[in-house]
């Protein structure tokens, strides 16, 4: 298991504008509300002084189709707000690899997401998205919780492993192939980058772990 604490910008990110605007605010999601990752619509908390110029801020900002308040307390307000076709996400890429966003707060001019997941694998495949998408992602801390399922014997990771595995099963390996890296990642319900990715670093373990010896 790995925890990470991750810094994303992009000028579409949801409230990227909103944040940029009010440097003053302090933007965070409700985490526990039991919002849906793919579902447009969320809910926030903001503290600012002054929530007429939020109000304008949102009725600005081309991530936000409707917003509304649904909390009013001194200081602060919670929003029901739902994002515009415009709007770019990330936390839907980190559920669909078996993460879990356990913090989301405004920073900068983006996000700071706190995540639990379940290898380094799945960071490299959300770090490799956010590339695809031109998003700037930057990794601030990562900490490492192991426990005995984390590696197997050969240094690899269960998802190493299981991609591995699955490509030796259904005949990657076969001359000529049985199956392709497309129908491999059907078959795990991943992306071809996941996919692929994994059964790069797994076997580039094995050849480091047991052909290539250490320099004298």
């Given at each position: 298991?790995?925890?990470?604490?991750?810094?994303?910008?992009?000028?579409?990110?949801?409230?990227?504008?909103?944040?940029?605007?009010?440097?003053?605010?302090?933007?965070?999601?409700?985490?526990?509300?039991?919002?849906?990752?793919?579902?447009?619509?969320?809910?926030?908390?903001?503290?600012?002084?002054?929530?007429?110029?939020?109000?304008?801020?949102?009725?600005?900002?081309?991530?936000?189709?409707?917003?509304?308040?649904?909390?009013?307390?001194?200081?602060?307000?919670?929003?029901?707000?739902?994002?515009?076709?415009?709007?770019?996400?990330?936390?839907?890429?980190?559920?669909?690899?078996?993460?879990?966003?356990?913090?989301?707060?405004?920073?900068?001019?983006?996000?700071?997401?706190?995540?639990?997941?379940?290898?380094?694998?799945?960071l490299y495949e959300i770090a490799t998205y956010a590339e695809q998408e031109g998003i700037k992602l930057e990794v601030l801390e990562l900490t490492q919780q192991p426990t005995l399922d984390d590696h197997s014997e050969f240094g690899l990771t269960a998802s190493q492993t299981e991609a591995l595995v699955a490509a030796y099963k259904h005949g990657l390996y076969d001359e000529p192939r049985q199956t392709s890296i497309e129908e491999l990642s059907e078959t795990l319900d991943l992306s071809r980058t996941a996919v692929s990715g994994r059964l790069r670093r797994g076997a580039a373990t094995l050849v480091e772990e047991y052909l290539v010896e250490d320099d004298e």
């Amino acid at each position: 298991m790995v925890t990470a604490r991750i810094y994303v910008e992009h000028p579409d990110l949801a409230l990227s504008y909103t944040i940029r605007s009010l440097s003053d605010a302090a933007i965070a999601v409700v985490s526990d509300v039991g919002t849906d990752p793919h579902h447009s619509v969320y809910f926030f908390r903001i503290e600012a002084p002054d929530f007429d110029a939020v109000a304008s801020t949102l009725r600005a900002d081309h991530t936000v189709d409707e917003f509304a308040t649904v909390v009013e307390m001194a200081g602060h307000r919670t929003y029901r707000i739902e994002y515009s076709d415009a709007a770019k996400l990330i936390t839907p890429e980190i559920t669909d690899r078996g993460g879990l966003t356990l913090e989301s707060t405004s920073y900068l001019n983006g996000w700071l997401l706190q995540l639990q997941l379940e290898d380094h694998d799945a960071l490299y495949e959300i770090a490799t998205y956010a590339e695809q998408e031109g998003i700037k992602l930057e990794v601030l801390e990562l900490t490492q919780q192991p426990t005995l399922d984390d590696h197997s014997e050969f240094g690899l990771t269960a998802s190493q492993t299981e991609a591995l595995v699955a490509a030796y099963k259904h005949g990657l390996y076969d001359e000529p192939r049985q199956t392709s890296i497309e129908e491999l990642s059907e078959t795990l319900d991943l992306s071809r980058t996941a996919v692929s990715g994994r059964l790069r670093r797994g076997a580039a373990t094995l050849v480091e772990e047991y052909l290539v010896e250490d320099d004298e």
